[in-house]
């Protein structure tokens, strides 16, 4: 094949990127012009993909892993017509779509959002875990590739071990993966931090692994012709690229393989940008421009991919047509629609850790939403995803039959591995681990917060009442992180996250009803270790039809004047209120006219999104708030103004029995008793 035009066309990419990145004054051209040659011949001779509808949910899927790449893949997309040239040249700016790092915008192109090295390529092991779950259900016709593209720094961030290992064991032969191997990080060589074999690395884990040049067309096209017809295994291609390939000084000598073009405009690193534009074929007065016969190229490779996609549209009707049922399904998980659920179904066991009652949710819903997968960290026993285990079997190599991920001791990569699922589509996907092990995934918590997709989080164990395992494995400030993402408003205006704590089984219930109807934002359930005690039934036929009103974030649970202005609130979430319910019945045996109101709050944030009228209905402005919470005290003291108290705990935990913990923090109905007595 002549490559002439093919390598005008990667140069064409080069010049884009570097005259994004002078023109904005900042951004990192160096490692975009080095990887521009891989995604100019991945786009148009190998990447499957509809020219006239980015969205299409049989297109080959793109990761894009190092973020501050940016540039190549915007360059890249213009090609393809998906932004306009003034938008190329907003780079960086207010408002513009070619933001710093790529955002998530499937209708443009972008598969991810992608910025913390390392995540960009796991999402993409998620998504094609999330592929092979759709071909063993619904065939060949639904299949296709996933293709990531790696940097250095992601190569030696901690989580690329999680991602090669699983996809290495699960044998995703779907799985392209692209090293952009320069030997040049933001601030130093790669030689001075790391000598690891990487290909090897990999071959452990069980990849197929190519090492190429990978600025040259006819060897990038001919791995990829052996990595597309690989059977057994995931293809790394490792590729020896130049960093800021193609760069001039102003006297015309080469400023190839600098670090300075990592990070920054070129004329800052010490080239000459109207020199290297001259050297690329552009003119450095107006560089914004695609020639006129990579244009032409790029028709002709568009009216290919058409060719492509009306061929597999029609693979896809016909299979439709000869299954009609099974074409049915496929819609309704692609469009993510749920069965009709009756959640009082399910068992409301009395005195029960909130994480069993979980369990059993689980257990109703395996078999009944079917496209839902569920994945825990090695503790599936303990945090009761394993009642979903048991319906259903882990995915094996070569068999993905089941809806189970056994991720192992890996909390960062399990929930981007979920974040690539949800990216992909047709999978409702949960994972679950303790509650103090989220600090290993609040990174990609933010990120699927950013991109708006619902994953749902379990996390267990969510109190000093963890008990002998001591401070280390005892959540004390993990709610508040929740909370305070509940207050950061995603660019939708909403809560980033739904964070529910439930207190009882009906509340946990009605919060997995909650989370599986959220698919605006991530759903955090934060779920007890312990037995936590009911507060009575006062004429309601369940625990769960009592908690109809959780999905305002706040409700009352019990008064003793119903129906009259309280004299005084006790609010709390999760098992506190049991806590302060037990309390106020003791304070009610001295003093019964005083009218007691007990509400629990499930979400803060939900909470706040209710009207003046609801909030002011639930928490009267000029009635005494009294708080309990196992957390810092800042999660409730929002809600409980000047004149109310909040107790809570402002230090770690301990290692004891948890109901030795319980009376010494002062988590008892006595000391309850003795809080409200005080605060009033």
């Not at 006239?52 to 190549?72: C, I, T, V």
């Not at 939403?369 to 599936?380: F, G, K, P, W, Y």
């Not at 959540?475 to 996250?497: C, D, I, M, T, Y």
């Amino acid at each position: 094949m002549n490559n002439n035009t093919v390598n005008r066309a990667a140069d064409n990419i080069r010049l884009l990127s570097a005259a994004m990145v002078e023109k904005a004054k900042s951004g990192h051209p160096g490692g975009a012009m080095g990887g521009a040659d891989f995604i100019n011949i991945l786009y148009s001779e190998f990447l499957n993909f509809d020219p006239d509808n980015p969205a299409w949910d049989l297109r080959d899927r793109f990761f894009l892993d190092p973020g501050h790449m940016s540039p190549m893949l915007y360059a890249q997309l213009a090609l393809l017509g998906w932004y306009k040239m003034s938008e190329i040249e907003n780079f960086r700016q207010w408002g513009s779509p070619t933001t710093g790092h790529p955002e998530l915008d499937i209708n443009r192109g972008v598969e991810n959002t992608s910025g913390p090295l390392g995540v960009g390529h796991t999402l993409a092991v998620g998504a094609a875990i999330a592929e092979r779950f759709m071909v063993s259900r619904f065939g060949n016709s639904v299949s296709h590739k996933t293709y990531a593209f790696i940097s250095d720094g992601g190569i030696q961030e901690e989580i690329s071990q999680g991602a090669g290992r699983i996809a290495g064991f699960l044998g995703l032969n779907n799985l392209i993966m692209f090293y952009d191997a320069n030997n040049i990080q933001l601030s130093t060589k790669v030689d001075d931090v790391t000598s690891e074999d990487t290909a090897g690395k990999y071959e452990a884990w069980g990849w197929k692994v190519l090492t190429i040049n990978g600025n040259n067309a006819d060897e990038i096209r001919e791995a990829l012709k052996i990595a597309v017809a690989e059977t057994e295994k995931p293809v790394l291609i490792i590729g020896r690229t130049i960093m800021g390939k193609s760069l001039l000084t102003a006297s015309g000598d080469s400023f190839e393989n600098q670090i300075s073009t990592h990070g920054q405009p070129v004329s800052k690193a010490g080239a000459d940008i109207g020199k290297t534009i001259k050297n690329l074929g552009g003119d450095p007065q107006n560089p914004f421009v695609i020639f006129d016969d990579v244009a032409d190229y790029y028709k002709t490779v568009k009216e290919n991919k058409r060719q492509f996609v009306k061929a597999k549209n029609n693979e896809h009707k016909q299979w439709g047509l000869a299954n009609p049922e099974l074409a049915d399904k496929y819609k309704s998980f692609i469009n993510r629609e749920l069965p009709e659920l009756d959640f009082s179904e399910i068992a409301q066991a009395e005195n029960s850790p909130t994480r069993s009652v979980s369990g059993k949710v689980l257990e109703f819903l395996a078999g009944k939403v079917e496209n839902m997968v569920v994945a825990s960290a090695d503790l599936s026993n303990s945090d009761k995803t394993e009642n979903f285990l048991h319906k259903t079997k882990a995915f094996e190599k070569g068999d993905f039959s089941g809806a189970f991920l056994n991720a192992g001791v890996s909390e960062l990569t399990m929930a981007a591995l979920m974040s690539g699922m949800a990216l992909h589509g047709g999978i409702i996907p949960v994972c679950a681990t303790f509650f103090v092990f989220s600090d290993y995934m609040k990174p990609v918590l933010r990120l699927s917060a950013l991109m708006e997709i619902p994953v749902i989080y379990i996390w267990t164990h969510d109190s000093f009442r963890v008990g002998e395992d001591g401070p280390t494995h005892q959540p004390v400030e993990h709610e508040a992180q929740l909370r305070l993402l509940e207050q950061l408003k995603n660019h939708k205006g909403n809560p980033s996250v739904l964070a529910l704590r439930p207190a009882g089984s009906g509340e946990t219930i009605a919060a997995w009803e909650m989370a599986l109807k959220n698919h605006k934002t991530p759903s955090c359930l934060m779920l007890t270790r312990q037995n936590v005690a009911e507060v009575e039934l006062h004429g309601e036929k369940s625990y769960y039809e009592r908690a109809k009103n959780v999905d305002k974030g706040a409700y009352i649970v019990y008064e003793t004047h119903k129906g009259e202005n309280p004299d005084l609130i006790l609010l709390a979430n999760g098992s506190e209120v049991s806590t302060l319910y037990e309390g106020a019945k003791l304070f009610i045996k001295e003093n019964n006219l005083l009218k007691i109101r007990l509400v629990s709050i499930i979400s803060s944030g939900l909470f706040m999104q209710q009207t003046n009228e609801y909030r002011e209905q639930i928490l009267p402005n000029n009635v005494k708030v009294l708080a309990m919470t196992a957390g810092l005290p800042s999660n409730l003291q929002p809600f409980v103004g000047s004149k109310g108290k909040v107790f809570g705990l402002d230090h770690f935990g301990y290692s004891a029995p948890s109901q030795v913990l319980d009376d010494k923090f002062g988590f008892t109905a006595e000391k309850a008793y003795s809080f409200i007595k005080s605060g009033i």
